[in-house]
């Protein structure tokens, strides 16, 4: 896969926390051979404010509210300008980085899935933020996005912005393979650990032995695909966790006590292991996952 082609939308809102995303992007080496486009959906002041300016009733609130229209657009240029120049520091070359801000049409998720149609391999937000712009929640919008985006992957930026180790969890799906594959393109040129997961819930426990051979079977397959893309094999681990109650819980508390900052799942796909269903279990790792980046796989 050329990254040189590739193109990443960073949907930003004007938060801090919407600005941990770019701060993790920054620490990748590999999306610094990709463009960058920094996007703001902003909600300027509607057409009819200005003429009701007029009125003399409603005259002076309007010039309020035009007032801080004019002072949220000033904050979010001073804010992308100040994202767009965290990339350039961490070497990201200037024609790579650039920043959109677009008027809002059909509601901000909207917009950024309209814009994520022009051909991005990722879109990257932040997991929650209160925007210092009256009236964006972007964690709103990143659960409608989980939602709605099933054509590229989904990196949804924890606290911790650090990529750390990468915990990619497989379970024999197209889903987990295309997860392989994606951060094999990613990854290719790094030296990130990859820990390959897959985990037996409690009541799977009688067939574990036969599990066992399927997953090994998907573990050599993803090995190799790693591998053939760039990735050390000293970089690969595999493992397999037993016994859970819940696959969503264990992967999180793995990546918790084993300092992974990423983790990676297939988006949904229903797994020749014990039909296992990765939609269910991705929304759940981002719901516990707060910390840890996640991102989802189409």
Same mark, same amino acid.
């Given at each position: 896969?050329n990254?040189?082609?590739? #193109?990443? +939308?960073?949907?930003?809102?004007?938060s801090d926390?919407?600005? !941990?995303?770019?701060?993790?992007?920054?620490?990748?080496?590999?999306?610094?051979?990709?463009r960058?486009?920094?996007? &703001?959906?902003?909600?300027?002041?509607?057409?009819?404010?200005? $003429?009701?300016?007029?009125?003399? &009733?409603?005259? *002076?609130?309007?010039?309020?509210?035009?007032?801080?229209?004019?002072?949220?657009?000033?904050?979010?240029?001073? /804010?992308? #300008?100040?994202?767009?120049?965290?990339?350039?520091?961490?070497?990201?070359?200037?024609?790579?980085?650039?920043?959109?801000?677009?008027?809002?049409?059909?509601?901000?998720?909207?917009?950024i899935?309209? !814009?994520?149609?022009?051909?991005? @391999?990722?879109?990257?937000?932040?997991?929650?933020?209160?925007?210092?712009?009256?009236?964006?929640?972007?964690?709103?919008?990143?659960? =409608? +996005?989980?939602?709605?985006?099933?054509?590229? *992957?989904?990196?949804?930026?924890?606290?911790?912005?650090? *990529?750390?180790?990468?915990?990619?969890?497989?379970?024999?799906?197209?889903?987990?393979k295309?997860?392989? $594959?994606?951060?094999?393109s990613?990854?290719?040129? @790094? $030296?990130? !650990?990859? &820990?390959?997961?897959?985990?037996?819930?409690v009541?799977?426990?009688?067939?574990?032995? #036969?599990? !066992?051979?399927?997953?090994?079977?998907?573990?050599? /397959?993803?090995?190799?695909?790693?591998?053939?893309?760039?990735?050390?094999? &000293?970089?690969?681990?595999?493992?397999?966790?037993?016994?859970?109650? @819940?696959?969503?819980?264990?992967?999180?508390? #793995?990546?918790?006590?084993?300092?992974?900052?990423?983790?990676?799942?297939?988006?949904?796909?229903?797994?020749?292991?014990? $039909?296992?269903?990765?939609?269910?279990?991705?929304? =759940?790792?981002?719901?516990?996952a707060?910390?840890?980046?996640?991102?989802?796989?189409?």
């Amino acid at each position: 896969m050329n990254l040189k082609q590739k #193109e990443i +939308l960073v949907a930003l809102d004007g938060s801090d926390r919407a600005f !941990e995303t770019v701060k993790y992007i920054s620490r990748i080496s590999s999306f610094k051979k990709m463009r960058v486009v920094l996007f &703001n959906v902003f909600d300027k002041i509607p057409e009819p404010y200005w $003429d009701m300016e007029k009125q003399p &009733n409603i005259g *002076p609130r309007v010039r309020e509210v035009r007032h801080r229209g004019m002072q949220n657009e000033k904050m979010i240029k001073e /804010y992308m #300008e100040e994202a767009r120049q965290k990339l350039l520091n961490a070497g990201f070359p200037q024609d790579n980085v650039q920043v959109k801000i677009t008027k809002r049409k059909s509601g901000i998720d909207r917009d950024i899935l309209m !814009e994520a149609k022009r051909g991005y @391999s990722a879109v990257a937000v932040g997991r929650k933020g209160i925007s210092k712009i009256r009236g964006i929640a972007l964690g709103s919008v990143t659960n =409608k +996005l989980l939602e709605k985006l099933d054509f590229v *992957p989904l990196l949804v930026v924890g606290k911790a912005t650090r *990529p750390g180790r990468f915990l990619l969890c497989v379970d024999g799906s197209g889903g987990a393979k295309r997860a392989v $594959d994606y951060v094999g393109s990613i990854l290719n040129s @790094s $030296d990130y !650990e990859v &820990n390959l997961t897959h985990v037996i819930r409690v009541e799977d426990k009688k067939g574990i032995a #036969e599990t !066992e051979i399927n997953i090994g079977a998907v573990f050599d /397959y993803a090995k190799t695909r790693l591998i053939d893309s760039g990735i050390t094999q &000293n970089q690969i681990n595999t493992q397999i966790i037993t016994g859970a109650k @819940s696959r969503s819980g264990a992967i999180v508390k #793995e990546a918790k006590q084993c300092g992974y900052g990423t983790i990676v799942v297939g988006r949904r796909g229903i797994s020749n292991v014990n $039909d296992f269903f990765m939609g269910r279990v991705s929304n =759940k790792v981002i719901q516990l996952a707060s910390r840890n980046t996640v991102w989802v796989v189409h």
